[in-house]
């Protein structure tokens, strides 16, 4: 397959570790910011009649989606075959509905921007809540790739006798695909949320934790109040240290210290989004993911 593989600046490791698995050429693109904040980008490497691979974690998305959408017309602009553009972590998803009057509801809008500038997605769990699928908003074909099996055998690897915590029911997709992979049991908890960091979270069943070791699995901690408050409980409890797991490590503030703080004995992430954290790695599932799109 002839196909080049393109970082967007801030995403140089995932695009590494995707580009070896798919034995691609390493593209070489430059961008830079003029003095009055404007964006200058210039890819260097041959794309004309080629198969270009963007990758761009949008974390922090703000700084990276005009290089993004940039960076994917030049490629059109001199010539590439197909501009796929692999997220491994996908932003702009949780705004899906109009909670309030004057809302925009930027999921539909970010996916119609990507949807026009390449030809293929590739995400890594992306924040599905009221959205079936991507293929509701996004109108490129998609693929989503599951770190359920790659979290599970790390928990299968490193923790004893583990009982899967879901801190409300969006996270039970996960949980109960994880605890399913190593014959755990697994229990999933309501949450009431009434702002950014005002959370609450019924108790766990104790019964069903002892002689296990909590595991709290989600798909994104961000200010991480929800599973701060469940290890409160869980702590309050003297249930034995539990262990915080995560798809993506958005971490805003001082979340990850927090947790530790709150009584997690270790968090861990998958590597979407580069943290200390990471000790779960998505790549080879990734390359997969983006095979099928390149096929």
């Given amino acids: 397959m002839s196909c080049v593989v393109l970082s967007v600046p801030g995403s140089e490791a995932s695009a590494e570790r995707l580009r070896s698995r798919l034995d691609a050429e390493a593209g070489q693109a430059f961008v830079r910011h003029f003095p009055d904040g404007e964006i200058y980008v210039r890819i260097d490497s041959p794309v004309s009649g080629r198969d270009v691979v963007l990758v761009c974690g949008l974390d922090r998305p703000a700084d990276k989606i005009l290089p993004l959408l940039f960076l994917a017309a ?3 602009d001199l010539g590439a075959r197909r501009v796929g553009l692999v997220a491994p972590y996908l932003s702009f998803m949780r705004q899906d509905s109009r909670f309030h009057p004057g809302e925009g509801i930027t999921s539909t809008y970010f996916a119609g921007l990507v949807s026009g500038a390449v030809d293929w997605l590739v995400t890594v769990d992306p924040h599905l809540h009221r ?12 693929e989503t790739v599951h770190a359920a099996p790659a979290i599970a055998t790390w928990v299968g690897e490193h923790v004893p006798s583990p009982v899967l915590i879901g801190p409300d029911a969006e996270s039970e997709q996960w949980v109960a695909a994880v605890a399913g992979r ?18 609450s979270v019924t108790a766990p069943d104790l019964d069903r ?8 699995v989600d798909d994104i901690i961000s200010t991480g109040r929800t599973m701060i408050e469940t290890l409160v409980h869980l702590r309050d409890r003297g249930t034995r240290e539990p262990i915080c797991v995560a798809v993506h490590a958005v971490f805003s503030d001082r979340a990850h210290d927090e ?4 009584g997690a004995a270790r968090v861990v992430t998958c590597n979407t989004i580069e943290h200390p954290s990471n000790r779960i790695c998505v790549a080879d599932a990734v390359a997969v993911g983006v095979r099928a799109r390149l096929s």
């Fill in 74 to 76: 030049t490629a059109k």
């Fill in 131 to 142: 959205w079936a699928s991507l293929d509701a908003i996004y109108k490129i074909p998609t």
């Fill in 182 to 199: 190593i014959d755990a049991p697994y229990m999933v908890l309501e949450k009431t949320r009434r702002g950014d960091r005002d959370v």
């Fill in 209 to 216: 934790c002892n002689g296990h070791t909590p595991v709290l």
């Fill in 259 to 262: 947790l530790l703080a709150a």
